[in-house]
């Protein structure tokens, strides 16, 4: 596709169950991030990927959440339990190759919600 | 640490008066710096980068920002605000050696007619 594509937008889910988000990069960029909004906060990292591997995920907030990326392309975040404080905007941004004035290109979130 | 701060999370201006939001970074070397915008209900899109070729940088939509290293700065400015320009806009930086990007708290910008 021409930028970065994550589904659902929108997931509205009960305390306790797990959900999956999806992140569909550019073609061709080897690099992945996920970031988290939540309302009133600026963007917090969460986990980086080079190709599948995750040389960073320093800002996964707890065990409860993991990601994995197959094929040097689509990233899946998932969270277990979800509870209230996950609600947020999941933000996916992918870049064309390390380096580090390259800009990263951000989809346009899923906003998490649980009720 | 914080690496990036934007003093004011609320800016609001007369539409065709300057904007001005700021953004300081605390870092020994310069890093890697990047401003973004986000529309309502929108991802983040690029406005400009700092890339040591030149301290001024201009961007798209008449925005520029001015690299100063002896203020540790990279304030986000444009001459005359249109009602357009109404968005979040956010400060982040990629320090030397790392590859994540780290954002500011982010400035709401609101544009009064």
């Known amino acids: 596709g021409a930028g970065v594509s994550q589904s659902p937008s929108n997931k509205v889910t009960e305390k306790g169950k797990d959900v999956e988000l999806r992140c569909d990069p550019i073609?061709?960029?080897?690099?992945l991030y996920w970031y988290r909004q939540s309302l009133g906060q600026g963007l917090e990292f969460l986990i980086y990927?080079?190709?599948?591997?995750?040389?960073?995920k320093s800002g996964l907030p707890s065990d409860r959440f993991s990601a994995e990326r197959t094929g040097g392309s689509v990233s899946t975040l998932t969270i277990q339990r979800t509870q209230q404080e996950d609600s947020a905007v999941y933000l996916c941004?992918?870049?064309?190759?390390?380096?580090?004035?390259?800009?990263?290109?951000f989809g346009q979130g899923t906003r998490l919600t649980v009720v | 640490a914080q690496s990036v701060t934007q003093l004011g999370s609320h800016v609001s201006v007369s539409e065709g008066a300057l904007v001005l939001l700021r953004c300081n970074y605390s870092?020994?070397?310069?890093?890697?710096l990047f401003w973004y915008v986000q529309y309502p209900n929108q991802g983040l899109q690029l406005l400009l980068k700092?890339?040591?070729?030149?301290?001024l940088v201009k961007g798209i939509n008449g925005f520029e920002a001015e690299f100063k290293k002896s203020e540790t700065s990279f304030h986000l400015t444009k001459p005359s605000a249109h009602m357009s320009d109404a968005a979040e806009y956010f400060c982040a930086v990629r320090l030397s050696g790392a590859q994540k990007l780290v954002f500011g708290q982010g400035t709401r910008l609101t544009i009064n007619p």
């Open positions: 073609s061709g960029h080897t690099a």
């Open positions: 941004a992918s870049s064309l190759a390390l380096g580090q004035n390259t800009e990263a290109f």
């Open positions: 700092y890339t040591s070729a030149a301290t």
């Open positions: 870092s020994s070397v310069p890093p890697y």
């Open positions: 990927f080079q190709g599948n591997s995750a040389p960073d």
